[in-house]
């Protein structure tokens, strides 16, 4: 079973940055690679980004620009770097797999507030 261990969030303000880190365990085969999601409160949890194991990268329109993932293959590490945030960021934020397994970890609280 993977598991997702979600690090780095908390109080940031409009226009600053913040990275992200995830540490997963357990095969990806058979996905697409790994992405972030987040879920504001109130709202649905949604994708952020998505990138494969070669690192093709794919945006949120409403990141794009703003946000960065990476990810290191050899030590089953996915990063999201997200600069220039906004009061729209606020939320918790995953990683998982992409499409997503059904486990999910404890995600990492972003609250952009001024």
């Known amino acids: 079973q993977v598991q997702f261990v979600e690090s780095g969030g908390g109080l940031a303000q409009p226009g600053g940055s913040l990275r992200l880190s995830c540490a997963f365990s357990?095969?990806?085969?058979?996905?697409?690679?790994m992405a972030w999601y987040r879920q504001a409160p109130g709202k649905l949890r949604e994708s952020v980004a998505t990138i494969t194991e070669r690192g093709r990268a794919v945006y949120a329109d409403f990141v794009l620009g703003r946000f960065t993932i990476s990810m290191d293959n050899t030590n089953n590490l996915v990063y999201l770097q997200m600069d220039s945030l906004e009061l729209e960021d606020t939320a918790v934020y995953y990683c998982?797999?992409?499409?997503?397994?059904?486990?999910w970890g404890n995600g990492t609280s972003v609250t952009v507030s001024s």
């Open positions: 357990g095969s990806i085969s058979g996905t697409y690679g």
């Open positions: 998982n797999s992409n499409p997503p397994r059904t486990y």
